[in-house]
């Protein structure tokens, strides 16, 4: 038996030649208007003879991409798509007689197991791959390199030095494999792959492999000016800043650039922006915003500054692909549109996946909310909003979209070009989305995030940790008042479950009320799931952005923070029902009393903040917040001493305001995790 062709699935046979053939063939042989023969030797040639009068022949050795067909075609066809099911069905069952051949079912599709590609042999990579292969491999594994490698039915390993992925479709076949690089598959980074997998432990489904010397210099000139600028903002204020302060910070965000510490520098940008928002009386000013990134900034910098720690330098600084892209023509496709609330506006953002490259970007928007007592609009509303080329965000977030020109920045948004943009609908056939965002199971998707660092460490992608995955049921579906939150256990095709959870907001109660809808009435139709994943101590936990339900062949999309509808089920009131954790709103208080400090200076403190700091301190005794009291008691300790020192000096405090803002940072990441966009 061959089992290269028995283990292609239609989703391999897609990589191999594309959906619309693949379609096609699928549907002649469950027609039952063709009848077959096949014939294979002991050698393993393979002849399939079908009553149409074409004959295919799969040679032993090779591959389905160098088989040949009797038609005019010259690349891989549909007949041979065809005589690969045929051949899966010879071998799962019994061929029945000649005159009903054509009338069988189709064959079960095949069920591959988890495998390591790093027991496939040198001797074995040296029959299928070119000399010039292997060579183009070899000087490739003479530099140094960052790999992410995942052991599934179709393992990944994905190449951050040379933002490539490489996915086995057949196990222990090298052959077939796909990479999103230019060369022609099996390309010369297979064997860096395969290398990889032999370095990571047997024991681990998932890990990263750091290639060759990664010794990088720490610029600690750089980041101690950057550090000493940044608590001149507190020791000054927003209130007094000037055009100076901010042209010292757009230098340090230059050399910080020119030292290779791309995040770093994003971050230093971000903060400008802020300051800028503050000067100009922006409604959309946010001092949380601010003092998150000076928080995720310094962070890094420790991260930096200690060589010896699990999370690798090229995450925390940037990977050098981490850069803007300009963008020529695309396809993008619409994964659905996420929302995320700041104190005074809100923000969407549609997501889409570059069909070509597999790279997944973001379009967004901000809008500020109105002053009282004009009542804020529902995302859904927003979301109608053009946001290029006269497309709405919703479209965007739902059809596929011809864009011609344009840029990506590093942290993955889609900035359009001048030329037009055209967009239509999808289908929805999602199991033909790029490996770089879709996922097998939940099994990968744990894979995944095993290897992913705490956000204030990672890419800072506005796609972090988005993905999607195929479903094929659902259970115990609720509205928990306690949490006002939406609830279901979701299954995959392996009968392993993750947790979805949509929380309820009054601007998007009638999305909240199609979702529960939807899964309590529809939830057999329920096909696949995209949103942003996390693993807790409970399990796999998915925050949706879209769903698609499929009912007569028909596949339709619900994007739950943006649909729009009657809302019955729901009032705006039910929200003040909500049940609160004070250790998970611990971290927030803190961060907001910071804001305060950053906004007014230091040298313009009075007696209601040092009352402030008091409060936050007996309740974070009362939490049991040990590690915040130390420098929180310190911190109000000093700001008590400034009513009663003429001559206060404010620089002892400004170390431990940027210690407290870690602590901040980091109890965040750890209480509330990662939020969903």
């Known amino acids: ?41 002991e050698a393993g040639s393979i002849t399939v003879q079908w009553s149409d009068g074409v004959e295919c022949l799969l040679p032993a050795q090779k591959t389905l991409s160098q088989s040949t067909c009797s038609c005019a075609s010259t690349t891989l066809c549909r007949h041979l798509l065809r005589s690969v099911l045929a051949y899966q069905h010879h071998h799962v069952a019994p061929p029945p007689p000649e005159s009903s051949q054509g009338e069988s079912a189709p064959p079960p599709a095949p069920a591959p197991t988890p495998w390591d590609p790093g027991t496939i042999s040198d001797t074995h990579l ?122 010292r910070l757009k230098r340090q965000e230059i050399a910080c650039r020119s030292a290779d510490l791309i995040w770093p520098a994003d971050i230093l940008s971000d903060i400008r922006h802020e ?52 963008v020529g023509s695309a396809r993008l496709i619409g994964l659905g549109c996420g929302v995320v609330q700041h104190r005074q506006g809100v923000e969407l953002s549609a997501y889409l996946q570059d069909m070509d490259s597999g790279v997944v970007v973001a379009v967004c928007r901000e809008f500020a909310d109105p002053p009282p007592p004009d009542k804020p609009r529902h995302f859904g509303q927003l979301a109608q909003t053009p946001a290029f080329k006269g497309i709405s965000l919703a479209t965007l977030a739902s059809g596929q979209v011809m864009v011609k020109g344009g840029k990506r920045t590093s942290n993955g948004q889609f900035l359009p070009g001048r030329s037009a943009a055209h967009a239509h609908p999808q289908s929805f056939q999602w199991e033909h989305l790029q490996s770089s965002i879709l996922a097998e199971d939940f099994a990968e998707v744990v894979a995944r995030l095993a290897t992913q660092p705490p956000r204030c460490l990672g890419p800072r992608r506005l796609t972090y940790q988005l993905g999607v995955c195929q479903v094929k049921g659902i259970s115990e579906v609720a509205f928990w008042e306690a949490e006002q939150a939406v609830y279901a256990n979701l299954l995959d095709t392996q009968n392993q479950t993750a947790l979805l959870r949509h929380p309820y907001t009054s601007r998007s109660a009638a999305g909240t009320e199609a979702l529960l809808t939807a899964l309590r009435t529809r939830g057999e139709q329920l096909c696949f799931v995209a949103g942003q994943f996390s693993y807790r101590s409970d399990g796999l936990q998915l925050s949706p952005i879209a769903l698609i339900f499929e009912e007569g062949g028909q596949r339709t999309m619900l994007q739950p923070w943006i649909e729009q509808g009657e809302v019955k089920a729901f009032s705006s009131a039910i929200a003040d029902m909500a049940w609160r954790d004070p250790r998970r709103d611990f971290p927030g208080a803190v961060i907001e009393a910071l804001g305060e400090l950053l906004v007014l200076g230091l040298t313009r403190l009075g007696s209601r903040e040092v009352e402030v700091w008091r409060q936050l301190c007996q309740q974070g005794s009362a939490l049991g917040f040990v590690r915040y009291l130390a420098p929180m008691t310190y911190l109000a300790d000093l700001l008590e001493q400034k009513s009663k020192t003429l001559t206060w000096d404010p620089q002892p405090a400004l170390p431990v305001i940027l210690q407290i803002v870690v602590l901040s940072r980091l109890a965040q990441e750890s209480l509330i995790g990662n939020q969903s966009r």
């Open 275 to 326: 300051i800028e928002r503050y000067r100009q009386h922006d409604a959309r000013f946010s001092p949380i915003a601010l003092v998150e990134q000076i928080g995720e900034w310094c962070i890094r910098r420790d991260a930096i500054c200690y060589a010896n720690q699990p999370v690798p330098q090229l995450f925390i600084r940037g990977l050098p692909s981490d850069r803007p892209t300009d």
């Open 1 to 41: 038996m061959r089992a290269d062709l028995f283990a292609l699935t239609p989703d391999a046979l897609e990589v191999l030649s594309n959906r619309g053939l693949v379609k096609r063939a699928q549907k002649e042989w469950e027609s039952g208007s063709f009848s077959w023969q096949i014939h294979e030797d």
């Open 126 to 247: 040296s029959q299928v791959l070119s000399k010039s292969t292997l060579l183009r491999s070899q000087q490739l594994s003479q530099s140094p390199h960052l790999l992410e490698l995942v052991r599934s039915r179709k393992p990944t390993c994905t190449i951050h030095t040379l933002a490539c992925r490489v996915r086995f479709l057949v196990p222990g076949d090298p052959r077939y494999t796909y990479c999103d690089c230019a060369e022609p598959d099996p390309c010369s980074h297979v064997p860096l792959a395969i290398q990889a997998f032999r370095l990571l432990d047997p024991a681990q489904k998932s890990g990263l492999i750091h290639w060759g010397d990664w010794t990088l210099r720490i610029p600690e000139g750089v980041l101690a000016a950057t550090e000493q600028e940044l608590q001149s903002l507190w020791q000054i204020g927003l209130a007094a800043i000037t055009d100076l302060h901010l042209e």
